[in-house]
């Protein structure tokens, strides 16, 4: 519960919840509460309650992803806008005010792009995920390199391998693994869980650090880690393949 | 005769002329009957002076000033009070000499003329001020009528409220002032010449007024300006364009003046439509570095978005669209594959990142009409401040689209909301739902909870529910093909395969909808996807 609770307070962006609540009480206080402005909260609030309590309605649990509810946020954000306007006017009476609003607007600003750009950085600097991105590369690589597709069936095109829940691209190589993406940058799929019930087995099955014998499968490649032997990949082929 | 002097007034003192125009005012031979200030509560000593020098202080709010409507209210107040003579007077205008207000009121009355001006100068030779002063105070006095547009163009309206006298009541008859921050003098000598009328200008009554010359008032003077000419292109339109001043030997000296008045002229003619541009702009230049740098997809554009934008540009439309998935971002996305041969992943950042982009127009319009351009610039401020949302951006999630289809959903109230009689708002709303439900299935219940508002208050308005019906059916229209392809695929005519398992729900429960089902669909429809699918 607090879990859900912390999600959609989350989810009601924070930053500028301070904003949004100050525009509306000094709207109401300074009677210019307009019937649009009911409307438009109103909106957002149905919006968030829905994004809210949409897994609840299906599945009876109570839990809400973040990212459900930022889709609404801009609907809130003219009377956050009043309210930053407000609150700047107050401060800028005063000197010490203006230099704090300011510094308050440079902190925001700075805060914001560096919020905008960190799962990039990450992803750049982060060495262990360089690291991984690097390998996933790498693998991909290697199996688009060795994949020949069979004459008979380069193709999942047939209907019986489509399911109204889960989408698959038809594509090949079918690649088992936990690193999602490779199977899509080797230019086939990752493999649809269901294709076990059709008898389709994977082309490629790809694990990391726990290297085994897979039945029916060779390996075919096998990447050392550079840190110490911390990752290693292993990349089976299904036999009988071209 | 009752004549009324007024100056509204706003921390007079520190333009530093203050005491020198009461002074002035009191020296001059003629019977003032009032002598008002107007202050919007000033933070100086304007007001303590003013009282020193004999004069009757009015206080107002300072957001609650306006140059049109609180000289408007002036007016009538002293028609009420049987004035016929009203002058006002700018706080930074020196009369001249002692003779300056009876040769403008002497004039005023004197002609069939229902206000008049008098001439301002410059006391610096080689000022931008006095060069542009030059074409709008000759040396000789004379009365405009409509018939001289052709030889003054916009000088015709020009009158200045700087230094102008008017004759109360036929002011009181045409209205009064309009609601304006700038050019409230020239709105209503334009009215009057329209109305028949006539204006004048007088170049015996001389009075200083001097402009700040510093770089930033300039341009918020030509903003001013600008901005006053964009709202009433009426009077271009009807006078001509503001008519360039004399060439002059010393133009080397305002060379620069000039340009910053002129920047500022044209930022304020075209700053309401440049303004979101710039916003837009902003955002490509922040978002095409991480576009270009996050190059590893994240799980679900990987195993399906980008497959499904490089089938959809490939033609292969078995796996460019599918029930799980509402096809507007993939296909969008294949659009952008198909025209620049770009990989799926690269089209899907693409496609999330030009919907959160044009998302900047619905915004700032809709916020522009319901609450002005200073909230519509601060909301679309806010809005890039969004740096959560603006990840979507580069992720190439379908959120984006969402985002977009909200803010048009909020455009479209807007324009209902304040021109529900054109159709404009009628088709953004359209838009808008179609969006929402092609973006992403789970939106449905908030389309169709906006749709049930949107006809409440369509019913309520006209009395009738042709518009709410006109707006199903080009919905309906536009999700058609979406609607026929589920309908082929699952069986049901739904945005996507969790309404197909609500449907056939509804369908099993009330038996006469059976003719909603498709007996023979192509892939059977399943009992929903796990919790941890949902999760994805």
Same mark, same amino acid.
């Given at each position: 519960m607090s879990d859900f609770v912390t999600t959609v307070f989350r989810g009601l962006y924070p930053p500028f919840l301070f904003f949004f609540v100050w525009g509306v009480v000094t709207k109401i206080w300074e009677r210019k509460w307009h019937k649009f402005d009911t409307l438009l909260l109103a909106a957002f609030l149905i919006f968030e309650l829905l994004a809210a309590s949409q897994v609840w309605l299906f599945y009876g649990e109570l839990s809400t992803s973040k990212r459900y509810m930022w889709i609404a946020v801009p609907l809130y954000l003219p009377f956050a806008a009043r309210g930053a306007l407000g609150i700047w006017s107050l401060l800028k009476k005063s000197y010490k005010g203006r230099i704090f609003a300011f510094l308050a607007t440079a902190a925001l600003v700075a805060t914001t792009v560096h919020n905008f750009y960190m799962p990039v950085t990450k992803e750049q600097s982060s060495s262990k995920r360089r690291y991984l991105r690097r390998l996933s590369l790498k693998t991909a690589t290697a199996i688009h390199k060795t994949w020949t597709p069979p004459p008979d069936a380069a193709r999942l095109t047939d209907l019986r391998y489509m399911r109204c829940d889960q989408y698959q691209?038809?594509?090949?190589?079918?690649v088992q693994t936990d690193w999602l993406r490779v199977g899509y940058l080797s230019g086939g799929q990752t493999y649809p869980e269901f294709f076990r019930d059709l008898n389709i087995p994977p082309d490629y099955i790809v694990v990391m650090n726990n290297g085994k014998n897979f039945p029916g499968y060779i390996r075919i490649a096998m990447f050392p880690g550079d840190s110490g032997g911390k990752y290693v990949v292993y990349i089976y082929k299904r036999k009988g393949l071209p | 005769m009752k004549i009324a002097l007024v100056i509204p007034t706003l921390n007079a003192v520190k333009r530093g002329v203050w005491k020198e125009v009461l002074t002035a005012v009191g020296q001059q031979g003629i019977q003032l009957d009032a002598k008002i200030v107007v202050d919007s509560s000033s933070t100086d000593q304007t007001v303590p002076i003013a009282e020193v020098y004999g004069w009757q202080v009015f206080r107002i709010k300072r957001q609650n000033f306006n140059h049109g409507t609180t000289r408007a209210k002036i007016v009538r107040c002293l028609h009420w009070r049987g004035y016929d003579t009203v002058i006002f007077l700018s706080q930074d205008v020196v009369l001249s000499f002692p003779g300056a207000l009876k040769k403008l009121v002497d004039y005023l009355w004197s002609n069939d003329i229902v206000g008049c001006y008098g001439k301002q100068l410059s006391m610096?030779?080689?000022?931008l001020d006095a060069w542009q002063r030059e074409r709008c105070y000759p040396n000789f006095s004379h009365t405009k009528k409509l018939r001289d547009v052709s030889r *003054?163009? *916009?000088?015709?309206p020009f009158c200045s409220n700087a230094f102008a006298a008017w004759k109360v009541a036929p002011v009181v008859k045409l209205g009064g002032f309009p609601k304006t921050m700038f050019g409230e003098d020239m709105l209503l000598a334009s009215k009057i010449l329209n109305s028949g009328g006539s204006i004048g200008y007088c170049a015996n009554a001389i009075a200083v007024h001097e402009h700040s010359c510093m770089p930033w008032n300039l341009f918020l003077r030509g903003k001013a300006i600008g901005y006053f000419h964009r709202e009433h292109p009426e009077l271009l339109e009807q006078f001509g364009k503001p008519a360039a001043p004399f060439k002059r030997k010393d133009f080397i000296y305002i060379a620069l003046p000039f340009a910053i008045k002129s920047f500022g002229y044209l930022y304020g003619s075209v700053r309401e439509k440049v303004v979101p541009w710039l916003f837009f702009l902003l955002l490509w230049v922040l978002l095409l570095p991480a576009i270009i740098l996050y190059d590893f997809p994240l799980r679900d554009v990987a195993d399906r978005y980008a497959p499904m934008a490089e089938a959809f540009a490939a033609g292969d439309w078995q796996f460019a669209f599918h029930p799980r998935v509402t096809p507007l971002m993939p296909m969008l996305a294949g659009i952008i594959v198909r025209i620049f041969s770009f990989d799926g992943h690269l089209a899907c950042k693409l496609a999330g990142a030009v919907m959160l982009t044009c998302g900047v127009f619905p915004l700032y319009w809709g916020c522009k009409r319901m609450y002005g351009f200073v909230i519509a610039v601060w909301t679309v401020a806010l809005y890039i401040g969004c740096s959560y949302i603006f990840r979507f951006g580069y992720y190439g999630i379908r959120e984006g689209g969402a985002v977009f289809g909200v803010l048009l959903l909020f455009w479209a109230a807007t324009k209902l909301c304040r021109h529900p009689e054109t159709w404009g708002g009628y088709l953004g709303f359209v838009f808008a739902e179609a969006i929402l439900l092609t973006v992403r299935g789970d939106l449905a219940l908030f389309a169709a909870v906006t749709f049930v508002i949107f006809a409440f208050w369509d019913l309520i308005r006209h009395r009738h529910p042709l518009r709410t019906l006109g707006v199903a059916v080009l919905t309906l229209l536009l999700l058609s093909p979406l609607l026929a392809y589920n309908y082929r695929m699952i069986g049901y005519p739904v945005a996507e395969f969790r309404q197909g398992i609500v449907m056939r729900a509804v369908c099993k429960r009330f038996p006469k909808l059976a003719f909603l089902n498709n007996p023979k669909p192509l892939i059977k429809l399943g009992n929903g996807m796990s919790r941890e699918d949902f999760d994805e």
């Amino acid at each position: 519960m607090s879990d859900f609770v912390t999600t959609v307070f989350r989810g009601l962006y924070p930053p500028f919840l301070f904003f949004f609540v100050w525009g509306v009480v000094t709207k109401i206080w300074e009677r210019k509460w307009h019937k649009f402005d009911t409307l438009l909260l109103a909106a957002f609030l149905i919006f968030e309650l829905l994004a809210a309590s949409q897994v609840w309605l299906f599945y009876g649990e109570l839990s809400t992803s973040k990212r459900y509810m930022w889709i609404a946020v801009p609907l809130y954000l003219p009377f956050a806008a009043r309210g930053a306007l407000g609150i700047w006017s107050l401060l800028k009476k005063s000197y010490k005010g203006r230099i704090f609003a300011f510094l308050a607007t440079a902190a925001l600003v700075a805060t914001t792009v560096h919020n905008f750009y960190m799962p990039v950085t990450k992803e750049q600097s982060s060495s262990k995920r360089r690291y991984l991105r690097r390998l996933s590369l790498k693998t991909a690589t290697a199996i688009h390199k060795t994949w020949t597709p069979p004459p008979d069936a380069a193709r999942l095109t047939d209907l019986r391998y489509m399911r109204c829940d889960q989408y698959q691209s038809g594509k090949r190589p079918l690649v088992q693994t936990d690193w999602l993406r490779v199977g899509y940058l080797s230019g086939g799929q990752t493999y649809p869980e269901f294709f076990r019930d059709l008898n389709i087995p994977p082309d490629y099955i790809v694990v990391m650090n726990n290297g085994k014998n897979f039945p029916g499968y060779i390996r075919i490649a096998m990447f050392p880690g550079d840190s110490g032997g911390k990752y290693v990949v292993y990349i089976y082929k299904r036999k009988g393949l071209p | 005769m009752k004549i009324a002097l007024v100056i509204p007034t706003l921390n007079a003192v520190k333009r530093g002329v203050w005491k020198e125009v009461l002074t002035a005012v009191g020296q001059q031979g003629i019977q003032l009957d009032a002598k008002i200030v107007v202050d919007s509560s000033s933070t100086d000593q304007t007001v303590p002076i003013a009282e020193v020098y004999g004069w009757q202080v009015f206080r107002i709010k300072r957001q609650n000033f306006n140059h049109g409507t609180t000289r408007a209210k002036i007016v009538r107040c002293l028609h009420w009070r049987g004035y016929d003579t009203v002058i006002f007077l700018s706080q930074d205008v020196v009369l001249s000499f002692p003779g300056a207000l009876k040769k403008l009121v002497d004039y005023l009355w004197s002609n069939d003329i229902v206000g008049c001006y008098g001439k301002q100068l410059s006391m610096h030779e080689h000022s931008l001020d006095a060069w542009q002063r030059e074409r709008c105070y000759p040396n000789f006095s004379h009365t405009k009528k409509l018939r001289d547009v052709s030889r *003054l163009q *916009l000088l015709t309206p020009f009158c200045s409220n700087a230094f102008a006298a008017w004759k109360v009541a036929p002011v009181v008859k045409l209205g009064g002032f309009p609601k304006t921050m700038f050019g409230e003098d020239m709105l209503l000598a334009s009215k009057i010449l329209n109305s028949g009328g006539s204006i004048g200008y007088c170049a015996n009554a001389i009075a200083v007024h001097e402009h700040s010359c510093m770089p930033w008032n300039l341009f918020l003077r030509g903003k001013a300006i600008g901005y006053f000419h964009r709202e009433h292109p009426e009077l271009l339109e009807q006078f001509g364009k503001p008519a360039a001043p004399f060439k002059r030997k010393d133009f080397i000296y305002i060379a620069l003046p000039f340009a910053i008045k002129s920047f500022g002229y044209l930022y304020g003619s075209v700053r309401e439509k440049v303004v979101p541009w710039l916003f837009f702009l902003l955002l490509w230049v922040l978002l095409l570095p991480a576009i270009i740098l996050y190059d590893f997809p994240l799980r679900d554009v990987a195993d399906r978005y980008a497959p499904m934008a490089e089938a959809f540009a490939a033609g292969d439309w078995q796996f460019a669209f599918h029930p799980r998935v509402t096809p507007l971002m993939p296909m969008l996305a294949g659009i952008i594959v198909r025209i620049f041969s770009f990989d799926g992943h690269l089209a899907c950042k693409l496609a999330g990142a030009v919907m959160l982009t044009c998302g900047v127009f619905p915004l700032y319009w809709g916020c522009k009409r319901m609450y002005g351009f200073v909230i519509a610039v601060w909301t679309v401020a806010l809005y890039i401040g969004c740096s959560y949302i603006f990840r979507f951006g580069y992720y190439g999630i379908r959120e984006g689209g969402a985002v977009f289809g909200v803010l048009l959903l909020f455009w479209a109230a807007t324009k209902l909301c304040r021109h529900p009689e054109t159709w404009g708002g009628y088709l953004g709303f359209v838009f808008a739902e179609a969006i929402l439900l092609t973006v992403r299935g789970d939106l449905a219940l908030f389309a169709a909870v906006t749709f049930v508002i949107f006809a409440f208050w369509d019913l309520i308005r006209h009395r009738h529910p042709l518009r709410t019906l006109g707006v199903a059916v080009l919905t309906l229209l536009l999700l058609s093909p979406l609607l026929a392809y589920n309908y082929r695929m699952i069986g049901y005519p739904v945005a996507e395969f969790r309404q197909g398992i609500v449907m056939r729900a509804v369908c099993k429960r009330f038996p006469k909808l059976a003719f909603l089902n498709n007996p023979k669909p192509l892939i059977k429809l399943g009992n929903g996807m796990s919790r941890e699918d949902f999760d994805e």
